[in-house]
Nanobody, 118 residues
Framework: QVQLVESGGGLVQAGGSLRLSCAASGSIIRINTMCWYRQAPGKQRELVATITSGSRTVYADFVKGRFTISRENAKNTVFLQMNSLKPEDTAVYYC????????????WGQGTQVTVSS
């Protein structure tokens, strides 16, 4: 069974920084694309950033220049460095990964709360 566990969320003032981590564990042969999503209260879940197995990255316009996604393949971990945070970045952040193994598919973490105060 595959698990994704996020960490690093919390409360920060506007302009501050946080670094999220998401570690995958279980029966894993390979991890392809890893992503971060977020969902604010009353809103739909939205894609924040994507990183391929070759470390190619894509960002949503609303985080370009402020957030950086990276991964450490040896540890099956993806990171999201968030700088210059704004109150509108407040949301639950989820990681998502395409994992190949005895069970293949896209898996979600449980989410970590990020709250940015003004």
């Amino acid at each position: 069974q595959v698990q994704l566990v996020e960490s690093g969320g919390g409360l920060v003032q506007a302009g501050g920084s946080l670094r999220l981590s998401c570690a995958a564990s279980g029966s894993i042969i390979r991890i392809n694309t890893m992503c971060w999503y977020r969902q604010a209260p009353g809103k739909q879940r939205e894609l924040v950033a994507t990183i391929t197995s070759g470390s190619r990255t894509v960002y949503a316009d609303f985080v370009k220049g402020r957030f950086t996604i990276s991964r450490e393949n040896a540890k099956n971990t993806v990171f999201l460095q968030m700088n210059s945070l704004k109150p509108e970045d407040t949301a639950v952040y989820y990681c998502n990964a395409e994992i190949l193994g005895p069970v293949t598919g896209r898996f979600w973490g449980q989410g970590t709360q990020v709250t940015v105060s003004s």
